[in-house]
């Protein structure tokens, strides 16, 4: 974008001088500004530091010229005659400094638009003479008649100024040309040479746009140089269309210029057509020997046709190497369109068509254009598009688009990759990275084959999808985001691994060579989670769970179904099966309980706070006794307990053994918050004391007197209704340093 500054410099009578300047008064983006706008800038010029009599840009303050004690204070600018909106400077006639002196503009572009004399003094009086060797300044304002004025340094007009009178040169005076010069040095020269008796365009030392410079121009004659090259005129004859080329050759209306051995050069036919070629003619201006012509531009000028006797050539000699920073003139063709708009375009239109039926021009069968991507001076950016018609007239529709930063759209008009393709892609053959011959995919007839390092990873085809076909070490993994932690796999990055040359399964992790016969792993370090879940749940009973099928074909030796292990490895148990028989080992059968407040149906469930999730409610060992019980939507009963306190308690309902893991913040087991796991068969531990003196094993426990949930040696050897367990441990009270004690057992209560 240009940018046009302006300059307002003010003299007062007592020598008193200020400058205002605007850099970027106005820019070439200004197509249409009011004269209001200009008086709005021409307030908001900032006061300069420096006082220069040219449009050198001086240092600026922060100061308005609107400022009171400014420039407004002497010149004031506003808007005059409401027609056309002119712009006037005026004296404000003030006394301060002694009153305006004159002041001047600075701004080629600026002053020629607001009719602004550019660096010419304006005096506040209309007449000055003075004989000062200082002071060497002379002006008259108003009509001015002299006989002759010669002027000794320079003439300048502003430019309101018009000529409203011939400007005649007179032959007395010899010579009559308006020239341009540098120095001593005449850069073009317009006008009349009395020696040469003519009129002249003289350019020595510069170029000259002849197409531009002679557009519209109406003269009987116009030369190039001192030799005839071209002129262009209505010749004596009277003929309307007259070419004079080199010193000798007339090409009129119906006529030919022949080469001197008889070849056609340059032909203007009767119907006005201009016809180029090189083939011999009998008669010159003969338009029936269209055989002869190359090229002919019908008479409109809108068309040029090249014969069909062959192609069309465009050459140059140069030897110039392609670059990015060639000109426009390296190329051999150049199609230019000047706009500097937005989506306008220059290209290249293709019609296939039988001209003589064709009647409409925008039946265009094919075309490639350049189109501008900005309308920003000096940005280049440009689209180039591939366009193809499939129908019929104004059916001509973009296929391909490379875009100015080199993305290749096929199908879309707004590619996000280096190759965007919107449709479908056909390939015979194979996709292969670049540099990289072994890695590639390999399209088959149904099939499709994934290559990489020459090893096939995965073969598709119409039956299956095979990973690692043909038996190679490759693995397949799949990973998932690095944050997965909630109810899934911290810690972890692998959603399963397939280790080839273990042949051993991994989920969620990568697979462990260090145990024997595991060809599935399931892998987790997960807080609040299950390593699987296994679901069926149609809400019918024909939906079943899990089908272990190991071991002998006849129940023979002992088969292991499950093997329960720590977390560091150590064995729980096992379940196993021997001649029909599962056997759990070992086993102690637990039951669900919610804890009472105090032993009544009506005590309030006690709560475990979400912080005491696995906390024990009672000491493991405890014995628990049943206060009540209810009935939900599931066969097993919701039982309450409370520690017993009752010497043989028949309600004695089992052992504590601690409380479940949940966690209120995730949902995770939520629904077990409050439940506790009471023990009631098998093999465990319980709490007794010394209230039947020592245990020996084999002997039946039950519930002791007082708090504490405690057992104690039964009076009897008999199984009843009050028997919780049965010790499988001794216990001597006498060696004991307190008067309780977890004590081994098997469950009775179940």
Known sequence: ????????????????????????????????????????????????????????????????????????????????????????????????NGGLDHYE????????????????????????????????????????????????????????????????????FGEGFVQWVSGSSVRMSLGYDNLTDRYELNAPTASVNVLEAFTNVKTNKVSLSSQTLLEIGPPDSGATHTIFIGDGDLVQNGEDVVNPDGTRRIAMGADQEIKLGIHPIATPGDDANTTTNLMTMDATRTKIEFSDTGGVTIRNDQNTVWSNTLNSTDYQLLIQCESQTSAS????????????????????????????????????????????????????????????????????????????????????????????????????????????????????????????????????RMEVDSGASIGGMADLDQAFVLDASMGVLGIGDSPENTYRGRVAQFLANADNAYVAYFRNDG?????????????????????????????????????????GTISYNPFTGAHSAYMMESDSPSADVATNLPSSSLELYYERGTIVSSVSSSYDSSFQPLNFVVSSSTYQDK?????????????????????????????????????????????????????????????????????????????????TWSNESTTYKLLACTYHCG
């Open 345 to 476: 375009f220059a290209g290249i239109a293709f019609q296939i068509e039988d001209s003589s039926g064709l009647s409409d021009l925008d039946a265009i069968n094919g075309a490639i254009a350049v189109v501008r991507d900005n309308a920003t001076n000096d940005l280049t950016d440009g689209n180039m598009i591939f366009a193809t018609n499939d129908i019929s007239d104004d059916d001509l529709f973009e296929r391909m688009r490379i875009t100015h930063d080199g993305k290749v759209g096929i199908g879309t008009d707004n590619p996000q990759s280096s190759l965007d393709v919107n449709g479908d892609l056909t390939i015979a053959g194979s996709l292969i990275h670049g540099g990289d011959t072994n890695t590639k995919i390999v399209f088959g007839t149904d099939d499709i084959g994934f290559d990489a390092g020459g090893v096939n990873i995965l073969d598709i085809d119409s039956n299956d999808a095979v990973f690692n076909e043909g038996g190679g070490n490759v693995d397949v």
């Open 539 to 579: 809400n019918n009973a024909n939906r079943s769970g899990i089908v272990l099928q190991i071991g002998t074909d006849n129940q023979t030796g002992t088969n292991t179904f499950v093997n329960f292990q720590d977390g560091d490895g150590d064995g729980f148990g096992t379940i196993t099966g021997t001649s």
């Open 651 to 731: 309600r004695a309902y089992g052992v504590y053994l601690g409380s479940y893991e949940w966690n209120e913040d995730i949902g995770f087991n939520i629904e077990l918050k409050d439940q506790h796991l009471i023990a009631s068969v098998g093999d465990g531990y319980i709490l007794v004391n010394n209230q039947n003196g020592d245990i020996e094993i084999g002997d039946y426990i039950t519930t002791a007197s007082g708090s504490g949930g405690y057992g104690c040696k039964q009076s009897d050897d008999l199984l009843h209704n009050y028997t919780v367990a049965k010790a499988t441990d001794s216990v």
């Open 105 to 172: 503009f600075y701004g080629t572009k600026v002053c020629s638009v607001l009719g602004l004399p550019e660096g010419v003094p304006i005096y506040t009086e209309n007449f000055k003479l003075s004989d000062s060797s200082t002071d060497t300044t002379n002006y008259i304002s108003g009509e001015f008649i002299s006989d002759n004025v010669a002027l000794k340094r320079g003439f300048k007009m502003s430019p309101q100024a018009r000529m409203r009178s011939n400007l005649i040169w007179d032959e007395v």
């Open 1 to 96: 974008m240009a940018d046009y500054p302006f300059k307002i410099n003010i003299t007062t009578k007592d020598g008193t001088q200020k400058s205002f300047f605007d850099p970027d008064f106005a820019t070439d983006a200004d197509t249409l500004v009011s004269a209001s706008v200009m008086v709005t800038r021409v307030n908001a010029m900032k006061s300069a530091s420096s006082f220069i009599e040219s449009i050198e840009a001086p240092s600026l303050t922060s100061t308005n010229y609107n400022n009171a004690s400014e420039g407004i204070k002497f010149l004031s600018a506003s808007v005059t005659h409401p027609n056309t909106g002119s712009v006037i400077f005026q004296d404000t006639e003030t006394t301060d």
